[in-house]
């Protein structure tokens, strides 16, 4: 085992001399260079230019896919307080439409309460629009909606729970 790390080492060693020494004398080039390092010096540059742009742009891969995570938190979160500003809002609907708008006896009030009733049936067939299509852009954007719960909520949710 000792003389098999001892053999590795040494080509390790003898392999990183062997390719480092002509990068070496072409990029501190002397006057004994050979027409080969002379030629290298370009490439060297070439390969360290490559290099820092390949950072950059792991760089900036980086940062985009850091933004992109707090974009979908955010609309996560989003979606979330919608969900709940909804239900009351449509167990506000049902405690109104429990309250006969006949029962009222001002014109107004009345004229005001059909009014909103026919808004709230609105709302809520825009409501089962949108749902189905977010549900459809989820699906068919290709995103594992079945392994996040609040995507597949938002994909297999009932859509009689709303009326």
Do not use: C, F
């Amino acid at each position: 085992l000792e003389a098999r790390a001892e053999y590795l080492l040494r080509n390790k060693v003898t392999q990183s001399v062997l390719a480092m020494d002509p990068v070496l004398k072409a990029v501190h080039s002397g006057a004994n260079n050979t027409d080969a390092e002379r030629r290298l010096l370009p490439m060297v540059h070439e390969r360290d230019v490559i290099s820092m742009y390949h950072s950059t742009l792991a760089s900036r891969l980086s940062s985009t896919l850091s933004a992109l995570a707090a974009a979908e938190k955010g609309s996560v979160v989003a979606n979330e307080k919608n969900k709940e500003l909804s239900q009351i809002l449509l167990e506000l609907a049902e405690e109104t439409k429990s309250q006969s708008t006949d029962e009222v006896e001002d014109p107004k009030l009345r004229d005001r309460l059909q009014a909103l009733d026919k808004s709230v049936k609105l709302s809520r067939r825009r409501w089962r629009i949108m749902k189905s299509i977010i549900s459809g852009m989820i699906v068919g954007s290709g995103v594992e909606w079945a392994d996040d719960n609040v995507l597949r909520e938002l994909v297999m949710d009932d859509e009689d729970d709303i009326d």
